[in-house]
T-cell receptor, first 115, second 118 residues
Framework: AQKITQTQPGMFVQEKEAVTLDCTYDTSDPSYGLFWYKQPSSGEMIFLIYQGSYDQQNATEGRYSLNFQKARKSANLVISASQLGDSAMYFCAMREAWGYQKVTFGIGTKLQVIP | NAGVTQTPKFQVLKTGQSMTLQCAQDMNHEYMSWYRQDPGMGLRLIHYSVGAGITDQGEVPNGYNVSRSTTEDFPLRLLSAAPSQTSVYFC?????????????????FGSGTRLTVV
């Protein structure tokens, strides 16, 4: 069974600084997708970034990048130049490629950006 | 607006009552799922469906029932509500390429239903 581990329950970062949110995963499937979602205090789930298991380059979306280390089974989210609006819960998720393609989420990391 | 619509947004139930959480999407997504979100536990999969007429259990299915008679709708039924079912419920949908590569398809989420069982 696939598993996602986020070991940082809470993180603080100074405004304009970069921050890394950790995510490790476990799967026996050679094909999978990794996702990060943001959940602000308003409660909605917002897609941030995607990385496929066969992608050679790390994914980037604006200020978000995904530090993908396949051998270590890690998919850390890097937020550059943090803004106050980045304060939120962040969830790492993995989608299996075969079978019923279920999506498994980690428990999340709460990020607080300090002015 | 296109997307996933969940109703109601808030609900209070008494123990033993039943209710249905509604979820509808207009993006022609084959794949739909229900999650519950509890503090410190992330999002846990309740039930999912890969197309009309096909559903399966997720991680925490007990006390919940689903059916999928159309591509658009995927209601979640609480059969006899218990305080342990107090949670925030999310419906999510995505494209799915059954038998092929689907792991690049991310979810579109509904806005959530905050359920309290007293």
């Amino acid at each position: 069974a696939q598993k996602i581990t986020q070991t940082q329950p809470g993180m603080f970062v100074q405004e304009k600084e970069a921050v890394t949110l950790d995510c490790t995963y476990d799967t026996s499937d050679p094909s999978y997708g990794l996702f990060w979602y943001k959940q602000p205090s308003s409660g909605e789930m917002i897609f941030l970034i995607y990385q496929g298991s066969y992608d050679q380059q790390n994914a980037t979306e604006g200020r978000y990048s995904l530090n993908f280390q396949k051998a270590r089974k890690s998919a850390n989210l890097v937020i550059s130049a943090s803004q106050l609006g980045d304060s939120a819960m962040y969830f790492c998720a993995m989608r299996e490629a075969w079978g019923y393609q279920k999506v498994t989420f980690g428990i999340g990391t709460k990020l607080q950006v300090i002015p | 607006n296109a997307g996933v619509t969940q109703t109601p947004k808030f609900q209070v139930l008494k123990t033993g009552q039943s209710m249905t959480l509604q979820c509808a999407q207009d993006m022609n997504h084959e794949y739909m799922s229900w999650y519950r979100q509890d503090p410190g536990m992330g999002l846990r999969l309740i039930h999912y469906s890969v197309g009309a007429g096909i559903t399966d259990q997720g991680e925490v299915p007990n006390g919940y029932n689903v059916s999928r008679s159309t591509t658009e709708d995927f209601p979640l039924r609480l059969l006899s509500a218990a305080p342990s079912q107090t949670s925030v419920y999310f419906c999510a949908s995505s494209y799915s390429n059954a038998g092929g590569v689907s792991f690049s398809y991310g979810y579109t989420f509904g806005s959530g239903t905050r359920l309290t069982v007293v």
